[in-house]
């Protein structure tokens, strides 16, 4: 079937380290591929996006490459800071599915100052 | 620009009882989809509703049932609550026909089960 993995946490990082949230997928067809984020009691927001393979998604300094030959979507980011201390999902969505969004299980970040 | 709005914010209910969540989708949104999310779980699509009609349904029982209004509002019903309802439900929205593979979630519904 179709699901999404993606790296168990916490992650606790220090102010400015570099971030890799790691995701796999396993998909029947041509996925589109999401992060989402939930900060503390807030509800989920889009962070990012890619739709075909190759593509790059980008925004706030996260960046994510959509890899066919690996099947993963791993979420990067140069400089973390406290304010991206939330939970990040990763997920998919296949066009036969009508936008149906198949979610990982998340991974909480914690950023030390 | 109102994003997706639902209501209540938290609801506590006993083992037996029923629930009715309610969500208004973004403006210009047709498209509306419901999820629980366990605690530190991701969340689970339970179904989506576009044209007042349930199209897809994911692996939920028939205690949770919905409906879509002509303004495209919808509600979220479930009977007999068990403990393990409890959860975060979300809804969200796309745009017409379900067109366009990005979901705006909105700030969901907290709801305990004792």
């Known amino acids: 079937g179709n699901s999404v993995t993606q790296m168990e946490g916490p992650v606790t990082l220090s102010e400015e380290a570099f971030l890799t949230i790691n995701c796999t997928y396993t998909?029947?067809?041509?996925?589109?591929l999401f992060w989402y984020v939930q900060y503390p009691g807030e509800g989920l927001q889009l962070l990012l996006k890619a739709t075909k393979a190759d593509d790059k998604g980008s925004n706030k300094g996260f960046e994510a490459t959509y890899r066919k030959e690996t099947t993963s979507f791993h979420l990067e980011k140069g400089s973390v800071q406290v304010s991206d201390s939330a939970v990040y999902f990763c997920a998919l969505t296949l066009y036969s599915s009508a936008s149906k969004i198949i979610f990982g299980s998340g991974t909480r970040l914690s950023i030390r100052p | 620009d109102a994003g997706v709005t639902q209501s209540p914010t938290h609801l506590i209910k006993t083992r037996g009882q029923q629930v009715t969540l309610r969500c208004s989708p973004k403006s210009g949104h047709d498209t509306v989809s419901w999820y629980q999310q366990a605690l530190g779980q991701g969340p689970q699509f339970i179904f989506q509703?576009?044209?007042?009609?349930?199209?897809q349904r994911g692996n939920f029982p028939d205690r949770f049932s919905g409906h879509q209004f002509p303004n495209y509002s919808s509600e979220l019903n479930v009977n007999a609550l068990w403990l393990g309802d409890s959860a975060l439900y979300l809804c969200?929205?796309?745009?017409?026909?379900?067109?366009?593979?990005?979901?705006?979630f909105g700030p969901g519904t907290r709801l305990t089960v004792l």
């Open positions: 969200a929205s796309s745009l017409p026909g379900g067109r366009s593979d990005t979901q705006y």
């Open positions: 509703y576009y044209e007042e009609e349930e199209r």
């Open positions: 998909a029947t067809g041509y996925p589109s």
